[in-house]
DNA sequence: ATCGTTGCATGCAACGTTGCAATAGTCTTT
DNA sequence: AAAGACTATTGCAACGTTGCATGCAACGAT
């Protein structure tokens, strides 16, 4: 047996298939001892409603997906489970996926199964172009997570990046050091993240009147440790060995620190180590980590929040006509662009222990 | 417009609904010249088979759950991201959910929505029991990991945990160490894990001959870096400070390996660390830390391929008789118990540098 | 010319659910 | 007592798909 049915119900119970169904949405409509009638048979049959008949009957199946593209970093895992709690909020179930910063499954996950389930979706875009994005803008309602902007078109939420990275960089000029590394640079990207930290970067490097040295600007080819790691070593290596080093990960960061350390440099005396995100090793690590702490639980409650707005919207299930010669009276409401609050958190990679 | 159905494309095309079927799933009755017809007009209304109708209907998704307790503990982060590159080769997509070890929502999970959509689930199960879990084996196939047994009776993937902290505490007497204390004792948890490694860690006691000092068993609330850190403290202040550790965990470790820093301690000199799972951060952490490494590719390969075993008997869609008269002739595969390989990884946390 | 065979295309039904509209039954009102 | 108002329950249809059976040609073999 592999699960009984509203028909199942109804029979045992010895009414219609639809006053089980009214029992189970509780509609008012119901008289006391039909209730209780059927509620018994519903239990006797430990009757659980088909997730696929009501969705495609009804067009809502209380799931939403999150779409990253790596589970596995400490930055992203914390963002899901926040949104695994935020979404429980608003009654729903929020499933994640990863794409691997892969294209093709990035379009496959919209197209395919998980895009056409859920009811909505959080997405941080890695390779997909917004034009791509938004030609898909009528399907399941779309939230984007992270830098790239889908020119106004779709609901949107991030950090100020640059004005981030600008604040980190003057933390570091703060302190007296001068030459400033940057690691994390990704010309080749799509995802305007690194475009925009490198922006705010050379922006305080130019108010405070330092000149920029392309060669402490490090490109990398992922965000991981490894990554970090690397560039730090080709900086010492490479004779330009700097002050301080702001990355635009703390995964980078802890990388980096690392193979600082290694190479013999007291952390911060020799050497200032700022990152981007707060993961918690950073918080935990020796030194600590200075880092830029973009407002994790309020992004995921803010990218929830514009999801529950458009799902205020009739679904696209049976009873909606989709006839287009009839346009719907209320159009769509525009498309957010959110800024998330961002702060930074001074540890002991910059100055050192207290005490 | 929602996005056209085989209607909508047998209307353009001038063939049957029918027809339009057997060219999307390329049954090979169909002519060439109808078989061209269909495709363009296809492709001109951009197709996407619904996948609702098609669950429900052929009672396949191509999805295939992962619940979990945390997606932010680096574990299973790993692991859940192991776990969607294996689940591509067999042209599933894996979806991830997160239940913090909540036993009502774990029950909800496998109930509801993602329960019934996928086709398979995979659970790493924190508080609900074994006896319940068997109560809906007959459901959508499942496999079990971590050390909680289902008495033989679902699928069931595992490292042996016993086995493993025996070697880890056994390396630690090896240094020469003979206080050694562990971390992550949970007496009140049905969970099995922090059994099997206590038990372990006592067998590898009594063989060398060491007397096993309760006030050195240290419980924690959850396996994260700050409860590792908390139970470090008290182990020093209570004056019953030990010459190693063995934690039950990574993050543990971690947590315990800067608390002990910050007591002015050297480790692996003063205070030797090792953790249990083989997480990212311990390798890049300063000291790196020696740790039991599961294997946990061979653990997402091996469950999926339990999955596959159990999803090659036919689905329980439209076609499927689901009568209890007539028992299907071929029952279904016996439960499996798999272990799946794990290794010591000595680091500089037990050894110190080399060179 | 007739029969079976093969290749291609189609119609019907069903998966489990819910919106809509209609029915039967009860109670109030005049 | 009849008309109206309301309550409780039900039947029908449809969401988009696919399994099964059938229809309908055209073909070669007898």
Known sequence: MVGASLKDVAMRAGVSVRTVSNVVNDFPQVAPETRR?????????????????????????????????????PYFGELASLLVQAAQQYGWTLLVDQTNGDPDRERLLLDGPPGQIVDGLVMSPWAVSPAELRRRADAVPLVLLGEQ????????????????????????????????????????????????????YRQALRAAGIPHDPA???????????????????????GHAPDAV????????????????????????????????????????????TTVAPDKAGIAERALSCLADRLKRPPTG????????????????????IVAAHRLVVRESTVGRPG
Do not use: K, W
Not at 39 to 54: M, T
Not at 216 to 238: F, I, K, N
Not at 255 to 281: K, M
């Open 216 to 238: 402490l600007e490090m490109p990398v080819t992922a965000l991981h440790r490894a990554d970090g790691a690397r560039a730090m070593r080709e900086l010492l290596e490479g």
């Open 149 to 200: 902007d889908a020119a106004g078109l779709i609901d949107h939420v991030s950090v100020d990046s640059v004005a981030a990275a600008a604040e980190a960089t003057g933390h570091l000029i703060g302190l007296g050091r001068r030459r400033i590394a940057a690691i994390g640079v990704q010309p080749h990207l799509a995802n305007g993240t690194a475009q925009q930290r490198i922006t705010g």
């Open 37 to 73: 009638r059927v509620q018994q048979a519903l239990e006797e049959l430990q009757y659980r409603p088909n997730a696929a008949a009501r969705l495609l009957r009804a067009g809502r199946s209380g799931l939403v997906g999150l779409v990253i593209p790596e589970i596995d970093s």
């Open 318 to 337: 049976a009873g909606r006509r989709r006839d287009p010669e009839v346009p719907s009276g209320d159009a769509p409401p525009p498309a957010r662009r």
């Open 246 to 289: 702001f990355c635009f990960s703390d995964q980078l960061a802890l990388g980096a620190l690392r193979a600082a350390l290694d190479h013999g440099l007291a952390v911060p005396d020799d050497l200032a180590v700022c990152g981007f995100d707060d993961i918690e090793d950073g918080r935990y690590g020796t030194p600590s980590l």
